[in-house]
């Protein structure tokens, strides 16, 4: 069912292809940058959609673009590419799709398909997030290769490393012991199974940790950590790996929403490898944990941005975002997981949906904490609202402005800050009425405005990305 559009459908820039690439020494600035401002802003997203005559099917899908704000002096420099890799290269080459997508196929045979069923290929499309691993960029996705870029020119530097499995995360964590990544991928074949891996800051070679054997994976796009555990919750949205190659679907369409199987919460001993049977819940579904730590009565809290099922895939195909939008709201619940009694309780933390969330990481991650930052729509728009969540008050504050459409607002701590929330947000907006976008700076204390520096075209919507002080 759909809403009534309440305002005019001005966010549909935000799914539109941009061929512009530019270097730009300085955009135009309104408002003051902190002087202790200096670093780059690096994000990725898809930002074309078509390839030849084919079009691809879901937001998640188009073909990757990087972004780079990067401040120093007071004034912010801009830099956009394409990630020119196989996807890329082969689609210009062919002008066809050339590689699986989440929710697109490329233009291939029943025959290809099946002869490719046991050595699939793989493009190198990684839109999703961008991730520092010692002194390596990566723009990563899903699919199992994680690439690399200059994070000055952009430019595409080939494949980082593989993980040991055909899905995977682009959402690792730090490990702050050995300043590398964990992650986990799902390995397919005879047998499934979870594998959760180390990936250290220089090396290529995961080494994996952990192993729960698994009948029909679930759907999962990031995990919590504590200073002892990973939290991994596996919602009910899963898929007989065996039937994708076979369904004539494309990959997200094989999952199946299976609501009587509920969520089960695995924690994943980090130093040992060992996890305890699973706790289950209620059913929900989460793109994102937004972060986890320990009780000192040996219980364990994750705070998840949840869904009451999967129904938020189906929104976000382009024919259905560009015809009209009815997001499904997702909201922080905090989930206190007894191991000892084997229980999982929960409760909604405040009264706003909330996606996209991001913490002060660097101090809070594995820990104890109070804020959170993040986007919410009004019912019947595009994301639209910039949230700050006060989760010990269980409050919230907002930025908005109508017909701007925010991004991800990414915290970047001043150094030196002695409270959680001293720093910075950066999110790109874009501009309904303009058809531009521009990047905001807020002060990450009550979200009043820092400044504004607009960009000479429009950003399509983007997930994530980091802030480099070293860039
Ligand atoms: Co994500």
Known sequence: MRTELLAPPTYLKGFETLEEEVTLDSLPLEGELPAWLSGSLLRTGPAKFEVGEHSYRHWFDGLTMLHRFSFGD?????????????TWKKGQETGAIPYPEFATDP????????????????GDNANINVVRLGERFLSMTE????????PQTLESAGVSFKPPGMITTAHPHLNRATKGMLNFAVKVGARNEYRFFHLGPDSDQPEVTAKIKVKKPGYVHSF????????????????NPIEIPLSGRPYAENYKWEPERGTRFFLVDRETGK????????????????????????????DIQTYPDPSVVEQLYLDNVRGGIDLTPSEIRRFTIDPAAGTVEHEVMIDTPFELGRINYGRCNERRY???????????????RIVRADLEERSH?????SGRYPGEPVFVAEPGGTEEDDGVLLSVVLDGERETSFLLVLDAHD??????CEVPHHIPFGFHGLYSSTV
């Open 74 to 86: 007071g004034a912010v420099s801009y830099g956009n590419r394409y990630y020119r890799g196989n």
């Open 107 to 122: 233009c291939r045979s029943v025959f290809k398909r099946v002869s490719t069923m046991f050595s699939p290929e793989f």
């Open 143 to 150: 699919a199992p290769i994680s690439v690399q870029f200059d």
């Open 224 to 239: 919590g950590l504590t200073e002892r555990f990973i939290v991994f919750a596996e919602f009910p949205w899963v898929v």
């Open 275 to 302: 996890a305890a049977d699973p706790i289950t819940t209620d059913p929900f579904f989460a793109f994102h944990h937004l972060n986890a730590y320990e009780n000192d009565d040996g219980t364990i809290v994750a």
């Open 370 to 384: 109070r804020y959170a930052w993040g986007v919410a729509a009004t019912p019947g728009n595009w994301i639209d």
């Open 397 to 401: 504050t907002e930025w908005h402005e």
């Open 447 to 452: 979200l009043s405005e820092v400044a504004r």
